[in-house]
């Protein structure tokens, strides 16, 4: 077997990891603070319960990546197999990063130094101070604009500077 073909399931699962990136932002954009406002409301809008309607979406993402695992592993173990893992990989990484680490519904990972994690939280916060689904903003997860990363570097020196002084 030659180098390209060992690494061809790999890039597939990274690109497809990436694409999702894209999926995710414009399902959120606009589905989810389009047509799917009613599932997606719970989100903005806290109620009292664990589960929300928008864990639901869930079920959107998982249908296509189940959809690839099986009808890859059918035809032998094709392709698909590999695009269904890079849905996977990204649904695991918007749980961990979504929801456990930004939205604390486990409360582990609490705090962080991590400038990368800082910006990526702050970008969140920034969406959810709209209310409604108009006037949305950072819709991405795991990219976000460049002036969240600056403002997460100036809070990280401030807070050193506080602390060692």
Same mark, same amino acid.
């Given at each position: 077997?030659?180098?390209?073909? !060992?690494? *061809?399931?790999?890039?597939?699962?990274? !690109?497809?990891?990436?694409?999702?990136?894209?999926?995710? $932002?414009?399902?959120? =954009?606009?589905?989810? /603070?389009?047509?799917? $406002?009613?599932?997606?409301?719970?989100?903005?809008?806290?109620?009292?319960? *664990? *589960?929300?309607?928008?864990?639901?979406?869930?079920?959107?993402? &998982?249908?296509?990546? #189940?959809? +690839?695992?099986?009808?890859?592993?059918?035809?032998?173990?094709?392709?698909?197999? $590999?695009?269904?893992?890079?849905? &996977? #990989?990204?649904?695991? &990484?918007?749980?961990?990063?979504?929801?456990?680490?930004?939205?604390?519904?486990? =409360?582990?990972?609490?705090?962080?130094?991590?400038?990368?994690?800082?910006?990526?939280? =702050?970008? /969140?916060?920034? /969406? /959810?101070?709209?209310?409604?689904?108009?006037?949305?903003? +950072?819709?991405?997860?795991?990219?976000?604009? $460049?002036?969240? *990363?600056?403002?997460?570097?100036? !809070?990280?020196?401030?807070?050193?500077?506080?602390?060692?002084?």
């Amino acid at each position: 077997m030659d180098t390209l073909t !060992a690494l *061809f399931p790999a890039l597939i699962v990274i !690109a497809t990891f990436v694409t999702m990136e894209g999926v995710a $932002w414009f399902a959120h =954009k606009y589905l989810m /603070h389009g047509l799917m $406002w009613y599932f997606h409301e719970d989100h903005h809008v806290h109620k009292p319960g *664990f *589960f929300e309607k928008n864990d639901s979406f869930f079920l959107i993402f &998982a249908v296509p990546s #189940a959809w +690839c695992f099986i009808s890859g592993s059918m035809a032998g173990g094709d392709f698909r197999v $590999w695009i269904g893992t890079g849905i &996977a #990989a990204y649904g695991l &990484a918007y749980f961990l990063v979504h929801d456990i680490f930004i939205h604390q519904r486990f =409360k582990i990972f609490t705090r962080t130094e991590n400038t990368y994690l800082m910006a990526i939280r =702050k970008a /969140h916060k920034v /969406h /959810h101070k709209h209310l409604s689904k108009e006037e949305g903003e +950072c819709f991405g997860m795991l990219w976000v604009p $460049w002036h969240y *990363f600056v403002d997460a570097r100036r !809070a990280m020196r401030a807070r050193r500077q506080t602390t060692a002084g």
